[in-house]
């Protein structure tokens, strides 16, 4: 038997998958424009919400009654009703925070402490092999975000001189950089 506009509700009625396979034809664009409007946001979820409003529409073509409603308004209505159910699922995902994340959290906060106080520990390696001058030009310029004539103003140094003692340092550390790295 061939399912058309005319058949297709008592098809689904007796539970004939192929009057299904209809409806997706026929009302699927319908369908999904509904939820897309709903679930905007959540793109991941729509698919997911239209299997679920098809088989809303297996289950529950007894309840269809066309006196009432068009096929077309009833589905529409299904489809409405259960993306908004899908965006409230979401907002109580949303909501329960689930204590093994906050351990993890937490654990990642140490992590990142540790490595920072590494990297810190380090810089301050590196700087020692300055010359206590040099050292503390790196610390006013990078640490400090001190501009260079304000350096100048404060020590009585040249901006030049400033710049070649900086520049030779920087050669300092890449050189000592790479001996410890064996690069």
Known sequence: MKIGEHNYIRQLQLHNEKALLYVIDAYGGLLKSVIRKQLFCLPGRQEECLDDVLLKIWQNISDFDESKNSFKNWAAAI??????????????????????????????????????????????????????????????????????????????????????????????LRRQFRLERGV
């Open 79 to 172: 489809a409405r009703y259960r993306a908004i159910d899908y965006l409230r699922q979401y907002q109580r995902e949303l909501t329960t925070v689930d204590i093994e994340d906050t351990v993890i959290a937490r654990e990642d906060h140490r992590i990142a402490a540790m490595i920072e106080q590494e990297i810190s520990e380090e810089v301050e390696k590196m700087l020692d092999t300055l010359k206590p001058v040099d050292r503390e030009l790196f610390m006013r310029l990078y640490v400090e975000e001190q501009s260079v004539e304000q350096v100048s103003r404060e020590t009585g140094m040249k901006k030049e001189v400033i710049y070649n003692r900086l520049s030779r340092s920087k050669r300092k």
